[in-house]
């Protein structure tokens, strides 16, 4: 029997080539707009440019600077900035990392709690200024969840919380196709280990959650080899941000158990070191597997071998 879960995504997801064009009808015009970015790689991209043109005449506000492991020191001069300025509304324009940091702006601007304790809470219970994405980076599906992971660089801790679900998320599969290789390589690793922590798990998955999980594994595992050597493929980059975007938009956990120890795990090594978040699962789901075969996971093991490798 299928054990009871509760599931509720209300992003709207927009896919296409050019869907930024459809940011007008997708803010409402009274809102005054924090743009949340990273280091700067949207300026040569024309990403920023065509984020700019749709939103002309609008109230905003640019917030750069945000890190490939958000830190809680970011974010308070990014929630300072928008509450100065008067922000209601919070357009996160980049990957996982920005995202994910939108989602603690849009819960500390409401709240008068100090972002690392709303952190160390797990989340904010509150109302959360609305929160749209421009995604840049596929890796993190945090495009469609509510879930996001921030970093302490004075404690040296890394944790996760909950916040809001995006309103919508933009995907453009033209605009991650300038992405260096190492980068969808890390982004391709975080989406296969988002797969497994609910697939690789226990024999009593329902069958229609096993087989979807082994469709998108699949799926990785067929376009890995061409993506990461011809990033600027939109075809097979399209194919990979739906990948990633169904990796973690909770709808391959229905009813499933989970297992997120290696994200736990590269979450320390990410904290203390600096790597890239996807680098360190790539090097730490062979290792746990090789653990946990003989803690529970053997004959879910044969499964994955038998029908995801052959």
Known sequence: MVQPFTYYNPTKLVFGEGRIADLPRLIDSKHRILLVMGGGSIRHNGVYD????????????????????????????????????????????????VIDASKLIVAAMYSDKDPWEIVLQGGYKGEHLPLGVVLTIPATGSEMNNGAVISCRETQEKYAFTSKHPRFSILDPIIPTSLPHYQVACGLADTFVHVMEQYMTT????????????????????????????????????????????????????????????????????????????????????????????????????????????
Request: some cysteine; overall charge negative; aromatic content about 6%.
């Open 50 to 97: 065509a984020v700019r043109k749709a939103l002309e005449g609008r109230a905003i506000t640019d917030f750069w600077g945000i890190e490939s492991n958000p830190t809680v020191e970011t974010i308070r001069q990014a929630v300072q900035l928008g509450r100065q300025d008067q922000c209601d509304f919070v357009l996160a324009v980049g990957g996982g990392s």
């Open 203 to 310: 024999m009593r998955s329902p069958r229609l959650m096993d087989r979807t999980a082994e469709g998108v594994l699949q799926t990785l595992i067929e376009i890995a080899p061409g993506l990461t050597r011809h990033s600027d493929d939109a075809d097979l980059m399209s194919e990979f941000m739906l990948c990633a975007t169904v990796g973690l938009n909770r709808s391959l956990s229905w009813g499933v158990d989970q297992d997120w120890s290696t994200h736990f795990i590269g979450h320390e090594v990410t904290a203390l070191t600096g790597l890239t978040h996807g680098h360190t699962l790539a090097i730490l789901l062979p290792a746990t597997l090789h653990v946990m075969r003989d803690l529970g996971k053997h004959d879910k093991l044969l499964q994955y071998a038998a029908r995801v490798w052959g």
